[in-house]
């Protein structure tokens, strides 16, 4: 979803025969991307399926001058194209599309080569340029600098390739294979005056850094390491750095504030690096690291997000369920966590608030149903830090609390929580129970 001047837009994938569309087209009977857009009373502007024989699904969405891009994945061979590209190979290959604001298609191809590719879910359309990643298995990717897919034992391996499109016309202006001889998936990116900032995850001993950074353990395609770097199209990475204890550790998601990084991730590492004395994780149980690092690409701050009771992250392949936002020096976390006892689970979400300087926890609080018997499942999957207010949404079963009467259905509902961001910081933690829906302890209350 994203929301410009009051008007929504929604984008994803569908297998209704009958989703409302305004233009005509029809559904191909299988998976099919579809983009809606409604306008500030909430009725629908527009609103058309993208689709050809196979399934095809929408990933990303950016707005533009009322002009609309869309990022997707597609196994259709047929699936609308404006520049005579082709679909490659039986594995799914990307798509990019550009519609005008009443949803007619002005360009739409294929980025592809013959074997799977995996875009991370993100799409930015900054000053006529069109920024994507795709992380590939194929050797015969466009890329624009003659760069080559590595491969393993024989065999290829996954490769980030930071694409850059003329967003007009489509036309790859920078395209470039990034990795070592192992797995590299990127998660997520940032473009910051034409630059890719990324964040992911590397399984290659000899992954191109320029600071010298080595693993903390022996790399494969299970044991990895976070990276982050940046890249200049045209040029290449100009820092590269890798983060990691002897196990397995990713990047997830990403923001630059004033030139520094912000990086949110999951270890399974005893030994992850910490700059806090905060506690490693263990190869059973999964749990988050938040990292930054300065204009230069060195890192200033690392720390483990240890939970006790043990708390487990999580973490989708393609990392939903985890969200964040950096606002007055502080970092503020939304993800989903598993609570275990020996007599019930309970999947909630957990809004964290950490002082961006040292990485240590000032708050949290999980956000669960209640119930002490079988399991219960609530998530948070969005996170907004406006006006002293921190918005989490998600969705939840029953008994999640409320402060509302607003019911609940036999399913899975939506939910939105406020936290307020408060001037107090009590020595004594505050005392509270489902019954109470005030707290005021480092800074917060609801």
Known sequence: MKVVNGEVYLYGQT??????????STYSGNTDMFVTR??????????????????DVGLALDVVNGEIYLLGQTRS???PVTNGSVHLGPAYNTTFTKLSATGTILVSEYLAGSNNEIPVQKLEVVGGKAYLIVNSLSSDFPVTDGSTNKTQYG??????????????????EYASYIGGTGNETAADFEIVNGQFYIVGSTGSADFPVTDGSTSGGV???????MVYMRVSPGVGATFATRLGGAIADSGHRIQIVNGEAYLIGTTTSVNFPTTNGSGGA?????????ARYNAAGQRVVSAVLDITPVVIPLITPRGHFLEFAVANNEVHI????????TFYTQTGGLYEKLDAATGNRLYSRFFDAQVNIGTTIGFFGGIQVENGL?????HADLNYPVTTNTGYTPSQDLTLAIVRLCGTYPSTPAVFSPASQTICQNGLTQ
């Open 334 to 341: 939304a993800s989903t966590r598993q609570y275990i006892t």
């Open 282 to 290: 263990s190869i059973d149980f999964t749990l988050y690291t938040y």
């Open 390 to 394: 921190v918005y989490l949404g998600g």
């Open 77 to 79: 061979t047929n699936f």
């Open 155 to 172: 065999f290829p391996t996954f490769d980030m390739i930071p694409v850059r499109l003329d967003a007009a016309t489509g036309a790859v």
């Open 219 to 225: 790399e494969s395609n299970i044991n990895t390491d």
């Open 38 to 55: 409604l306008n500030t009373a909430g009725g629908i502007a527009f609103s058309t399926y993208l689709s050809g024989n196979g399934i």
């Open 15 to 24: 297998t209704s025969a009958n989703f409302p569309v305004t233009n005509g």
